[in-house]
DNA sequence: CGGAATCCTTTCCGATACTG
DNA sequence: CAGTATCGGAAAGGATTCCG
């Protein structure tokens, strides 16, 4: 009966974590703002509402997979809306509910401190790699 | 000439957004915070230095591999450093730097509006996973 | 104890083609 | 215009094994 104990308990440890994971509130949010594209979008539309192919513009790179897949998931937590207008050709429009516009500062704190401490991070980098270039 | 000019400008578009986003502070910060881990190791060296073995278990569900590539990373940023105990058995200390410390507060405002605004989020994702319960 | 190296599965994501 | 569906390569990440 003792084969795979340990497996089993480390498999036991995995689940107890994933289950305290997809619990944790900051690490759901923090699961979404990580996502590549999530703060690009939400700077996007900060100032006002974009439709699809405006935004396919501003945020150059974005593939339009991805671009969707991102605005679904924002629609989804309840960040962003998603208007459609039935004219010819058809019209969406992207816009920032409250809650998604609360979460704007926090953004704005992450932006703040990459641009007042960037500068450290780079010389540490340089430091670093310098210390060993071969790995 | 003119074949491919289409698929041509998209990767001109895109190759332009990786410098760009290779340049971008905000960017480089955000895609370190990304990280999966990042975050959980800051949090944990937030009040002491901890050893590997402890950030292991206080981690609970981290990979070694995991937990030594973010420390690896952390430490290349400078966000944190790494003490080595030659002792019998090895002894190894990690702790935020100063500047590891700035970042704290950052990392806490992730966390209070995650705390402050997860229900909202819940709550949407609960309507609109009943509004289109197939997809 | 604190890793490094390897293998191997899973997940991500871009490219492409098609639709209302 | 604003998507959806599908495929294949690349990359992330877990399990395992070995070392100072």
Redesign the pocket.
């Known amino acids: 009966m003792a084969t795979m104990t340990a ?1 089993q308990r ?2 036991q440890e ?1 689940e107890a974590y994933n289950a305290y994971v997809a619990e944790c509130p900051s690490r759901q949010v923090l699961d979404a703002l990580s ?2 594209w999530v703060t690009l979008v939400l700077t996007a539309l900060a100032d006002a509402p974009r ?3 405006e935004l ?1 513009r501003t945020i150059a790179g ?5 671009l ?1 897949q991102t ?2 998931l924002l629609e989804r937590d309840g960040l962003v809306t ?1 208007t459609i207008t039935a004219s010819v ?4 429009d992207y816009q920032l509910t409250p809650l998604g516009r609360t979460l704007l500062p926090v953004v704005r704190a992450i932006k703040d401190w990459s641009e007042t401490h960037i500068s450290e991070v780079r010389a540490a980098r340089v430091a670093y790699d310098h210390a060993a270039p071969g790995t």
Not at 62 to 66: F, H, L, P, Y
């Open positions: 497996a480390r498999d995995r996502d590549k439709r699809y192919s396919s974005v593939s339009q997979k991805m969707t605005l679904r998603r050709p058809v019209r969406v």
